[in-house]
């Protein structure tokens, strides 16, 4: 059962406080309607748990950043999703432009005039800023600033760049500042002591829409180490307000490779990664992204998350698999309608799912054919790999204003 506030709102959880990036990608995501509550959690791992567990319909977290690359905290969390949350699924993205300030309570420099102190219209003094608050992204988007600014100053690591500027704004001695944006400097009453402290000023943000995993539809595609590779392609309600790809979807997948002893064909193999990788390209799927974590399971064994796109009409796509990826752009289609309507009626969303599942023959869409077939010849080569989701991408936009 999804939760609902009192007031029979779907709950969207995002990564907080408000005036976070995430809830500027959330609120890009989930434009301000009467169908969602907002609901913001102190970490990631929170907001996983909340769709996991059926606390919120829809999660929205950071994925990674266009000059500091990849969000270790989210990474980890999909690494270990078999043990925590193993119905968690992708389902829509949003970008979030981002451009750091320096917050904090501003102390005006002292100029001597005739003997008696005066107060200076040039900009705050931040000479006796002693402690920086942030989240571990912000430090390396701000290098050269920090650098140059505050090159010996103590840095503490928080949970977003929100909970940042909220932890200064409790410190009015003016000894502690956040690297947080304008929108978080309006909410909790800082002065704004600097702006735009990024490297770059196309720093983007990229964020992902998390669902839970139907526990009929998607019941084959919780591909793991022996299992199976048909779920859904949920187009979620969010996606509807986003610019869309023709003929493209994203998809990620985890995979970990097979060690010496873990199959006698394996040993001495020093191209697993290689053939591994090699299947995507004879299935017509383009990889976009490659990331490694620990496995956690022995020392030296990594999860890789293969970010593809595609739907694979290349030259090794017979006359069959092209009738499938024909029948699943129309599936698509028919799933986008089905979520308009829904989104006009969301409290009934659960009786009126059972009631199209039984239109559609008791299976909804399947995962992308291409993909789906990519799964079942990796698990030949790999000692186990996962579907974590396919939805339509997203274009760069602008954030989204705090209301």
Not at 54 to 71: C, D, K, M, Q, W
Not at 142 to 162: G, K, M, N, Y
Not at 340 to 355: A, D, L, S, T, V
Request: proline letters at 4%.
């Amino acid at each position: 059962m999804i939760e609902k506030e009192g007031d029979g709102k779907a709950v969207v959880a995002f990564l907080g406080p408000e005036a976070s990036y995430t809830h500027q990608a959330t609120l890009s995501a989930f434009p301000p309607s009467s169908h969602y509550t907002l609901t913001p959690f102190l970490t990631i791992a929170a907001v996983f748990s909340a769709v996991q567990s059926g606390a919120a319909l829809r999660g929205v977290v950071p994925f990674e950043n266009s000059s500091n690359g990849s969000v270790v905290a989210t990474l980890d969390l999909f690494a270990d999703i078999p043990n925590t949350c193993p119905d968690i699924l992708v389902c829509g993205e949003a970008y979030v432009r981002v451009s750091h300030c320096l917050l904090g309570h501003a102390q005006q420099r002292k100029l001597a005039v005739n003997g008696s102190a005066k107060s200076s219209d040039a900009a705050p003094d931040i000479s006796g800023i002693r402690t920086l608050y942030s989240h571990p992204q912000a430090w390396g988007q701000c290098t050269a600033f920090l650098a140059a600014r505050f090159p010996d100053t103590e840095r503490i690591d928080v949970s977003s760049t929100s909970r940042a500027a909220q932890l200064v704004a409790q410190d009015a001695s003016g000894a502690s500042a956040a690297v947080s944006n304008a929108a978080a400097a309006a909410l909790f009453n800082l002065d704004v002591l600097a702006r735009g402290i990024q490297d770059r000023q196309d720093n983007c943000t990229r964020f992902l829409v998390l669902r839970k995993r139907d526990a009929d539809s998607d019941a084959d595609s919780a591909t793991q180490a022996d299992g199976g590779g048909h779920g859904t392609v949920d187009m979620a309600t969010e996606q509807k307000n986003q610019p869309k790809e023709p003929a493209h979807l994203k998809s990620l997948i985890s995979f970990t490779l097979a060690q010496d002893h873990d199959h006698d064909h394996n040993a001495d193999n020093p191209g697993a990664l290689a053939h591994a990788l090699a299947v995507f390209a004879r299935h017509g799927l383009n990889l976009s992204s490659i990331n490694t974590r620990p496995s956690g399971v022995e020392n030296w064994n990594y999860v890789f998350f293969v970010e593809c796109t595609g739907m694979s009409r290349g030259k090794k796509v017979g006359k069959e698999e092209e009738k499938m990826i024909e029948k699943e752009e129309k599936n698509i289609e028919d799933e986008e309608k089905k979520i308009e309507e829904e989104e006009k009626k969301i409290e009934e969303e659960e009786e009126q799912e059972e009631e199209d599942e039984k239109k559609r023959g008791g299976r909804r869409s399947a995962e992308p054919a291409a993909v789906s077939a990519a799964l079942a010849e990796l698990r030949g080569v790999c000692r186990g790999c996962m579907w974590l989701g396919s939805w339509r991408g997203g274009n760069m936009t602008g954030s989204a204003p705090i209301r």
